[in-house]
């Protein structure tokens, strides 16, 4: 008797969900409800707490309490008893998971996911956590313990919940409100020096990264590292985020196989990971990667780049238009990372002899990476370069680079062989936006044209079916169309991704969908205080339990770039591109209240830090005119270029493209040259490729 009315068949609500997340749970012996209001009004009703599980589909920890106790009929029998039980993708309702695990951090300390909360009937949480095994284990209380002492203080205590949701929602008030530095305190300069030295005082400097185990790339605080190094012409102020970027390529987070990287490191030397592989990572490391390029030329950045491109365009690219969401751990229930790990007789059966020696070595099986539920699999890394890999395993003819891309090329012929792990193929804007951004750079800077094709079918797509003239951006597309609007992140990603697409294609379509866009972050997401939330208001079309949604505001790195810091972003490439003095005067005065409460923001306000310091640089125009392999170069030189705040154009831009007024009209029938225009000053015109990589090199002011 679920709700009251009767016999339910379990799961029935879920399966016609757009989520595949949801769709599963509808196997599972539990009356799941998806979220909205009905749920809470069955809890009123029959006066009964709301389970919240929240999950994902990449989420190895969701399958493994999906498989174990939500799977267990003693669960299913007290939630069906006691409890209304929904099910949350967090992909899909992004806002709903972030503020839970709010409120489950300020109860019981834990985030992450699965997030278990237990909420009232008006949706307030007073307990959670995340993984719970249905009986005790783990070091953790077992759920159905959990489950009857909870069913029994919402019944017997009701005085107890009302207490516990009021210090939570205090607490969260508190945080809110907290007291903000003066406006001298969060000058740029100044605020982007302390976040940085908080950040570099946290660096590994043997394995990289930042802190302790687990390790997440943040590749934010990495490309805050790249340019103050830059700006200071200080290269070895870079080597510790170039070392983190070598020791990730060489470790187990990245797939040394399949290409593209992995969520994070469960050990401090990058050797195992948690093998879900999400695209907003991985969008995010392929820019991080050629940023690198950029700033240190090096071999392996290419390689890197060029395993990501290879595992996006396999795994990721829909040939419809758009980039899916992510792949899954698992292969299977009860896997752990077996698809994309190895046993020495699987390599040896994979290979021939000297070749099976040779990937063994390279790769350090045997070593660090044995997997701690399994000691015969193992996580390959780049223990050992090829030539070292080589020494006295393969004859001295065999150039060791060529081997070892053959003994790669034959593991990925014989792992997919293997059952492969499911992409959830949901489209999502933030992660389209910021992937389109990607792949134009990558187009550009690897002189790969064909990577363009994937940014204009995902960029296209969402121009049809994604993007409304009056409520923005929408979070997702399904058969149905663009769904869930008035997300931030979503407009500010997407704005961004449009913006470079426009700027590196010429094509004008791109550009007259971004300044809407623009102004709707502008009017519509700032709170009264000028505090960019993470819904709006007035374009937020989802379902307001308890009579509204507490705003929040997402100004932290996740570990990629919040959203905040992303809008201003978007609103300062505008304004370089376009001379717009309204928009960067918005990303100046929205870049402000994020900075004043993040002084202590450490390694989660590099995003923040990294606007700041791009807001307090000027603008650096390259115009090249001319055709044949000259210009061509030219315009590869400028392209290149790892300077800041850089717009480069193929001839006059076309509108709302605007070149600084001392350029004048380039009218042309000066044959092959390069103008470019500092902020406000101009150099003579360039006609040497090295001349024009000497001028962007150098520092800012009049050559």
């Not at 090096?298 to 419809?320: F, N, Q, S």
């Not at 869930?484 to 004008?508: C, I, K, P, V």
């Not at 959203?563 to 370089?576: D, K, M, N, Q, T």
Request: glycine share 10%; aromatic share 8%.
């Amino acid at each position: 008797m679920a709700d009251g009315h009767g016999p339910v068949p379990s799961g029935h609500r879920l399966k016609s969900a757009a989520s595949g997340y949801l769709v599963a749970a509808a196997e599972q012996p539990i009356d799941w409800y998806p979220w909205g209001p009905e749920p809470f009004e069955v809890a009123r009703r029959l006066h009964r707490p709301v389970l919240l599980d929240i999950g994902a589909a990449w989420c190895h920890w969701c399958h493994v309490m999906d498989e174990g106790t939500y799977s267990d009929p003693e669960v299913a029998e007290i939630l069906g008893r006691e409890f209304v039980a929904v099910k949350v993708d967090r992909d899909e309702r992004p806002e709903i998971d972030r503020r839970y695990q709010q409120e489950v951090g300020a109860l019981s300390g834990e985030g992450g996911w699965p997030l278990t909360a237990f909420l009232d009937s008006e949706g307030a949480a007073f307990f959670g956590g995340t993984y719970f095994p249905p009986s005790d284990g783990h070091g953790r209380p077992g759920f159905r313990r959990v489950l009857r002492e909870i069913a029994r203080v919402y019944r017997d205590e009701p005085g107890r919940v009302r207490e516990t949701v009021r210090q939570i929602r205090e607490a969260l008030a508190r945080g809110a409100e907290a007291p903000v530095a003066s406006t001298r305190a969060v000058a740029p300069a100044g605020y982007v020096d302390r976040i940085e030295a908080e950040i570099t005082q946290r660096m590994d400097p043997v394995h990289g990264g930042f802190g302790q185990a687990p390790k997440f790339p943040h590749p934010t605080a990495l490309s805050l590292i790249l340019l103050r190094a830059y700006l200071r012409r200080d290269p070895a102020r870079a080597e510790p985020a170039l070392h983190t970027l070598r020791q990730m390529a060489d470790g187990g987070i990245y797939d040394q196989i399949g290409g593209g990287f992995h969520r994070y490191s469960v050990d401090e030397a990058w050797h195992i990971p948690h093998f879900e592989k999400m695209a907003i990572d991985n969008a995010a490391l392929l820019d991080l990667y050629l940023e690198a390029a950029r700033h240190s030329p090096e071999h392996r950045w290419a390689a890197t780049v060029d395993g990501i491109l290879d595992w996006t365009r396999a795994t990721l690219v829909d040939p419809a238009g758009g980039l899916a969401s992510s792949q899954d751990a698992d292969a299977a229930p009860g896997d752990d990372g077996n698809y994309f790990t190895w046993s020495r007789a699987e390599i040896q059966a994979s290979l021939p002899a000297d070749e099976a020696r040779f990937a063994i070595r390279l790769f350090g099986v045997g070593v660090d990476g044995r997997m701690p539920h399994d000691p015969d699999r193992h996580v390959l890394y780049r223990a050992l370069s090829p030539s070292e890999a080589a020494v006295g395993v393969l004859p001295p003819t065999r150039d060791p680079e060529t081997a070892a891309r053959a003994v790669i090329g034959a593991l990925r012929a014989a792992r997919d062989r293997r059952p492969a792990p499911k992409v959830d193929p949901a489209l999502y804007a933030h992660l389209n936006g910021r992937y389109i951004g990607a792949l134009v750079r990558a187009s550009v800077q690897r002189d790969d044209p064909s990577l363009l094709g994937p940014a204009v079918r995902a960029a296209d797509r969402w121009l049809r079916q994604g993007i409304d003239a009056d409520r923005g951006v929408a979070h997702r597309i399904d058969a149905q169309g663009g769904q869930g609007f008035g997300h931030l992140e979503d407009n500010a990603q997407m704005a961004s991704g449009l913006l470079e697409l426009a700027l590196w294609t010429g094509e004008r379509r791109y550009a007259e969908a971004v300044e809407p866009i623009l102004r709707k972050i502008v009017a519509d997401f700032p709170d009264d205080r000028g505090r960019l939330r993470d819904l709006a208001p007035r374009l937020y079309d989802g379902p307001l339990i308890g009579g509204e949604l507490r705003p929040t505001y997402p100004f932290e790195d996740q570990p990629h770039l919040g959203a905040g810091p992303a809008a201003v972003r978007a609103l300062h490439r505008w304004a370089v591109a376009t001379g717009s003095e309204e928009f960067e005067a918005a990303a100046r005065r929205l870049w402000e209240p994020m900075a004043a409460r993040t002084v202590d923001g450490g390694l989660f306000a590099a995003g923040i830090a990294l606007t700041g310091a791009e807001l307090d640089l000027p603008a650096t125009t390259v115009i090249v005119e001319g055709d044949g392999p000259g210009a061509v170069q030219l315009w590869r030189v400028a392209a290149s270029s790892p300077r800041p705040n850089l717009v480069v154009f193929q001839g006059p831009p076309p509108p709302p493209f605007r070149l600084p007024s001392e350029i004048g009209n380039p009218s042309g029938g000066w044959g092959v040259r390069a103008l470019v225009c500092e902020g406000v000053s101009c150099r003579a015109p360039i006609t040497e490729s090295g001349e024009l990589a000497r001028a962007l090199a150098a520092p800012w002011g009049p050559g």
